[in-house]
């Protein structure tokens, strides 16, 4: 069966549970928590980050995250809650999925980084 970008992203929004901007302000700094910005370069000079994010651009998330590679992301464990987010929410949800398939067991979804700012959030420069 033939699937849009539209239905994917649905989909992993639907199987990849969430995380409140609220929700991510009471663990923000936690040893136990990543947080994972999926936006590439260009994106994080516009908008700033969520500060203690560490930048993974979507392209590369499967390569950071198996510890099998000689890429792999040190913050990146099975033991830790990853939490993502872009610009959208689109690419936080496929993210939230891969990493799920990949046997990543807490994982969360923020969103978008806007409703971040909205909700209150620092944002940091890259």
Request: hydrophobic fraction near 45%.
């Amino acid at each position: 069966m033939i699937k849009s970008v539209v239905e994917i992203v649905a989909q992993a929004k639907a199987e990849v549970p969430t995380i409140s901007p609220a929700g991510l302000m009471e663990v923000l700094g936690q040893s136990n928590v990543v947080v994972v910005d999926v936006r590439d370069a260009q994106e994080l000079k516009a908008t700033g980050m969520v500060p203690g994010a560490i930048n993974i651009s979507r392209g590369m998330l499967e390569f950071k995250a198996d510890p099998t590679t000689p890429m792999h992301q040190k913050e990146l464990t099975r033991d830790k809650m990853i939490v993502l987010y872009c610009a959208s929410g689109g690419r936080s949800a496929l993210s939230g999925k891969v990493l799920m398939d990949m046997g990543y067991e807490n994982v969360r979804n923020l969103g978008a980084i806007k409703d971040w700012v909205d909700a209150g959030g620092d944002v940091e420069s890259p």
